[in-house]
C-alpha cells in the first residue's frame, strides 16, 4: 500500500510512519529526514536547504521533488511506502500525482492527522531527540519525559532538539502549512482515499485508528 500522512507539524507524522514501518515493512518517506540528513552531511543538496528549515519555510520545489522522486524510485519501496512531509504544497501534489500516473501506481489512502495548534506547539517546543546516531530515541519534556533530564531512556546518550524547533521558526511552519499545505486535503478528497483521523489521542490510539483504516482497504 501506498499511503500518505498529513498533518501540520508536531501532528505526530514521523511517529506514527515509525510505527507502520515496524509493523508492516513499507518505508518511511520523509523528505524532513532527507534533508536533516543531507544537511548533517554536509552535501551541497544539505547546504542549499539549511536556510529555508531554519527559517520554517519550504524548501524550493525544485529540489525536494526530485529528491522524493529518486527515492520513490527506489527497489525498496516498490511493495509500498509512508509518505511522510511530502508533498507539501500544490505544485509538488501535482509533480507527484503526475509520477504516480506515468508509473500507473496511485495513493492508496490519505490520512489527515488533526491536532489544535496550542497543543502543536508544546509538542514542538518539548520534542527531544537522542543525537546517538542509531538510537532512534524520541522524548517530550511535557508529555513523555525522560528519566533523566536531557538523557536518553535507551542508551544514555544525550538529547538534542532539532535546530527548526524554536518558537519563532514553529509559528511561521504552521503559517507555511495553514497556506500552503492544508489546501491538499481538499486536492486528495474527490479521490475518496482521504481519512480524518484526532491526532489529539495518546501515540497508541492514533496509531489504532490509522491501522483500522489500512486494514479496512487491504481486505
Ligand atoms: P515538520 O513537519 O515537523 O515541520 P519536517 O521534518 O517534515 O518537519 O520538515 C522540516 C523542514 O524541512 C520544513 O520546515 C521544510 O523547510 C523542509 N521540508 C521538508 N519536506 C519538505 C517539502 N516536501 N517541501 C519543502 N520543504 C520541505
Ligand atoms: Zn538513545
Given at each position: 500500500m501506498n499511503l500518505l500522512l498529513l498533518g501540520p507539524?508536531?501532528?505526530?507524522k514521523g511517529t506514527q510512519a515509525k510505527r507502520l514501518v515496524a509493523e508492516y515493512g513499507w518505508p518511511q518517506v520523509s523528505t524532513g529526514d532527507m534533508l536533516r540528513e543531507a544537511r548533517a552531511a554536509g552535501t551541497p543538496l544539505g547546504k542549499q536547504a539549511a536556510s529555508y528549515m531554519d527559517a520554517g519555510e519550504l524548501v524550493p520545489a525544485s529540489v525536494v521533488i526530485g529528491v522524493a522522486k529518486e527515492r520513490l524510485m527506489g527497489s525498496d519501496v516498490a511493495g509500498g511506502y509512508v509518505l511522510d512531509?511530502?508533498?507539501?504544497?500544490r505544485e509538488q501534489a501535482e509533480a507527484l500525482d503526475e509520477f504516480l500516473t506515468e508509473r500507473a501506481e496511485s495513493l492508496d489512502l490519505v490520512v489527515n492527522i488533526r491536532v489544535d495548534p496550542d497543543v502543536i506547539v508544546k509538542r514542538i517546543l518539548g520534542r527531544r531527540a537522542c543525537a546517538a546516531p542509531d538510537c532512534g530515541g524520541d522524548f517530550n519534556v511535557y508529555f513523555n519525559p525522560p528519566a533523566a533530564e536531557e538523557i536518553c531512556d535507551d542508551c544514555g546518550g544525550g538529547l538534542v532538539r532539532r535546530s527548526d524547533d524554536n518558537e519563532e521558526t514553529i509559528l511561521n511552519r504552521l503559517d507555511v502549512y495553514r497556506r500552503e499545505t492544508e489546501p491538499l486535503i481538499e486536492h486528495y478528497r474527490p479521490s475518496g482515499k482521504v481519512v480524518d483521523i484526532?491526532?489529539?489521542?495518546e501515540p497508541d490510539e492514533v496509531y489504532g485508528a490509522i491501522k483500522a483504516e489500512i486494514e479496512k482497504r487491504r481486505g
Open positions: 507539524p508536531g501532528a505526530g512531509g511530502f508533498p507539501r504544497n484526532d491526532g489529539a489521542a
